[in-house]
């Protein structure tokens, strides 16, 4: 049997990919991880890795593991924090979760697990790994969607290397939540009822303009509404339904709306475009409409938000999107597409999102995904992470 170190967080399902994994007779080894220190913006107004810590002692009393602690704050501040900071400085919408999984909890946590003599780490996902090989006997590492459709987490590892998943284990993601808390109940662990966390990453729930706020000061800036009546709505070139669109029509079709503030209204103000993201409609403090306004664009360098009244608002859908050259990631490199190549996933832009029908298309200016339907709040900063049926495939970063 192996030597295994897991991520124990203090949540029920760290705690119980544990247990299966000490049931299976592997040397289980608790590592947990302190990654943040300060409770600006935080809405408990307290650090909840304290409590998390309490919770993962009492589990690994209860299975008679040994546990190790290791303070990664340092890193987690440069490799996570400050990236957001500078994408929401530079007007985009990062997502702190997958660079979490992907420098902290695959990278940096992974080789303070090879320290204890780990062959492998197991964390608390929703996800699952399988095993192929190729013609040559050499080992393919597959990520595939957790068989809980409803906590699938996969697109928050949709970064992850052929050598990180070598040595990660998902001992929990061919179970549904429901199993996971019976199971926790039964062996009597502490987290059986505990909620699940949420927020940031380590950092829990956040007031975020107060959160980035250590950073990034506040501006006074304005608020224009875009009415649906904006001939540029109406004029772009059309959506034609091709298997061979131009390079032209690709850019045309990913192009994100820019707007000017001589093209709507102000209706009011507000503290920062960079406290801001694309689909947002809390926190504007404009009421007495018919239908919410939602954000349809933001402008940091002339610190302007541009809204429009109404979900079906036309600023808010578009049908394509672009990935720069750099920022594909392939999970699999051996199913990498070449330029000139298009072909057929599912693809999904924000967590939960349910997977969308598209065509990815590989050119010399990056990848454009196309959808069959228009999508709703494309974000610049975010994932698009693409599957061939359960497998995810591979990711990038949005870049409009």
């Given at each position: 049997m192996s030597r295994i170190v897991i991520g124990l967080s203090g949540g029920v399902d760290s705690s119980v990919a544990a247990y299966l994994l000490k049931q299976q007779g592997h040397e289980v080894i608790g590592l947990f991880m302190i990654n943040w220190h300060d409770t600006t913006g935080t809405l408990e107004g307290d650090c909840p890795w304290h409590d998390d810590r309490v919770f993962t002692e009492l589990v690994a009393k209860k299975l008679d593991i040994p546990l190790h602690v290791v303070d990664l704050s340092d890193e987690y501040r440069k490799r996570v924090v400050d990236y957001m900071f500078r994408e929401y400085e530079a007007g985009r919408t990062p997502n702190p979760d997958v660079l979490c999984n992907r420098e902290i909890k695959f990278d940096v946590f992974m080789r303070e697990a090879m320290k204890l003599g780990a062959d492998y780490v197991a964390t608390g996902h929703y996800c699952r790994r399988e095993v192929t090989h190729d013609t040559s006997g050499r080992e393919i590492y597959h990520l595939l969607a957790g068989s809980d459709p409803n906590k699938d987490q996969s697109y928050f590892l949709c970064q992850l290397s052929q050598e990180q998943l070598s040595r990660a284990l998902f001992p929990i993601g061919h179970l549904i939540k429901p199993e996971v808390r019976r199971i926790a109940q039964e062996q009597g662990l502490a987290t059986a009822k505990r909620k699940d966390s949420q927020g940031i990453c380590f950092v829990g729930k956040v007031d975020l303009p107060v959160f980035l706020q250590q950073k990034l000061a506040a501006v006074k800036g304005n608020i224009h509404e875009i009415l649906p009546s904006w001939p540029k709505f109406s004029h772009r070139e059309p959506y034609v339904d091709t298997p061979t669109p131009t390079d032209e029509q690709l850019a045309a079709w990913a192009e994100p709306w820019h707007y000017t503030v001589r093209d709507g209204k102000k209706i009011g103000t507000h503290n920062g475009a960079h406290f801001y993201t694309i689909g947002q409609r809390k926190g504007l403090g404009i009421g007495g409409r018919k239908e919410s306004l939602f954000i349809i664009a933001t402008d940091v360098h002339e610190n302007v938000i541009y809204?429009?009244?109404?979900?079906?608002?036309?600023?808010?859908?578009?049908?394509a999107l672009h990935i720069l050259p750099g920022e594909i990631?392939?999970?699999?490199?051996?199913?990498?597409?070449?330029?000139?190549?298009?072909?057929?996933?599912?693809?999904?832009i924000r967590y939960r999102q349910p997977l969308q029908g598209a065509v990815l298309h590989v050119r010399e200016q990056g990848a454009y995904i196309v959808f069959d339907e228009p999508q709703r709040g494309i974000t610049a900063g975010q994932f698009a992470a693409w599957y061939d049926g359960e497998e995810l495939v591979g990711s990038g970063t949005i870049l409009e």
């Open positions: 809204v429009g009244e109404g979900d079906s608002h036309p600023g808010l859908w578009r049908r990631h392939w999970v699999d490199p051996t199913q990498r597409m070449q330029v000139g190549e298009s072909r057929r996933f599912s693809v999904r």
